[in-house]
């Protein structure tokens, strides 16, 4: 059985290994859930054990519809992950935020049509956790200050659209969202952000600003060649993020995203089905 691994980090599009990372090797887990989107990585990150995880699976072989979300973050939660960073590309929906730059966005809008499931939780037993502020204050304020460290320009706060996918804006898309004030536009973090707090694991998305999106006047439509060449250009930020990261986050003492579940439940226990207790075993804290 692996080690536990305190501090988890989920790759998006470009970053699917880490120079910064030794002694890594690879776990491959069964879940409840089905299998993960690829093997994780656990070794060494700035002096501190952490777990990496491919969101898309190396060689970016997962469309954001088919990324097994449940089976992600349960895994992370097999092997003792108590703090998630998520590294994300995203389009800008703001003069503010330009390609190259990074935002720590603090909330969430869904604009998916009805993806796979994003709870852990239903087949008789009902859990509503609290997820008004879905990212860790806690956890963002601690990459606040490694980004700067990093020397990126960040952004704190904002709204992530969490927009369907696989195809990008429309225009009319991309101006209303930006009509609404929100910050950036992805296709993958909300479903994370749920399932991690269902975990009752601290969660926070790191937005790597690779486009406009399709709204800005003076710059071409997002093409996915552009979004390549950022994500080159952004990958080693990323990675000096995290090196300034790892070691703090180590440093946590706790979130209250940690106690996400405590008073969660409605199902009372004597209800709650055999198998489904079964399969819910480490999310409610029976394994």
């Known amino acids: 059985m692996p080690s536990a691994s305190p501090i988890g980090i989920i790759g998006g599009s470009g970053l699917y290994q880490l120079a910064a990372f030794t002694g890594h090797r690879e776990i491959r887990l069964e879940t409840p859930f089905g299998a993960p989107s690829d093997a994780y990585m656990q070794g060494q990150l700035a002096g501190h054990e952490v777990v990496f995880l491919p969101r898309h699976a190396r060689g970016h072989k997962l469309l954001p519809s088919e990324i097994p979300h449940r089976a992600n973050i349960h895994g992370f939660k097999q092997l003792g992950v108590q703090w998630i960073i998520s590294i994300s590309a995203v389009g800008s929906l703001q003069h503010a935020y330009a390609p190259g730059e990074v935002v720590l966005p603090d909330q969430f809008f869904d604009r998916t049509k009805g993806r ?7 087949e008789g037993i009902v859990a509503h956790v609290a997820f008004g502020d879905p990212i860790s204050t806690e956890l963002q ?14 952004h704190k706060g904002g709204t992530y659209v969490n927009m369907e996918g696989p195809q990008f804006s429309t225009r009319a898309e991309s101006e209303t969202y930006r009509a609404a004030g929100h910050a950036v536009v992805g296709m993958t973090n909300l479903v994370e952000a749920k399932l991690a707090r269902e975990a009752q694991i601290a969660y926070a998305t790191v937005a790597m600003v690779t486009d406009y999106d399709c709204w800005h006047p003076d ?17 080693a930020l990323a990675q000096g993020i995290l090196v300034e990261a790892v070691p703090r986050v180590a440093k946590l003492t706790g979130a209250r995203a940690h106690e996400a579940l405590k008073y969660a439940i409605l199902t009372p226990r004597e209800h709650w089905p055999e198998a489904t207790a079964k399969k819910l075993a480490l999310i409610l804290g029976l394994a």
Not at 116 to 122: E, H, N, S
Not at 141 to 154: D, F, I, N, R
Request: glycine fraction near 8%; charged fraction near 15%.
């Open 141 to 154: 304020e601690v990459l606040y200050v490694s980004a700067q460290a990093a020397g990126a320009t960040v």
């Open 116 to 122: 796979g499931a994003d709870t852990f939780f239903g």
């Open 219 to 235: 710059h071409d439509n997002v093409t996915v060649e552009m979004v390549i060449q950022w994500l080159h250009k952004n990958t």
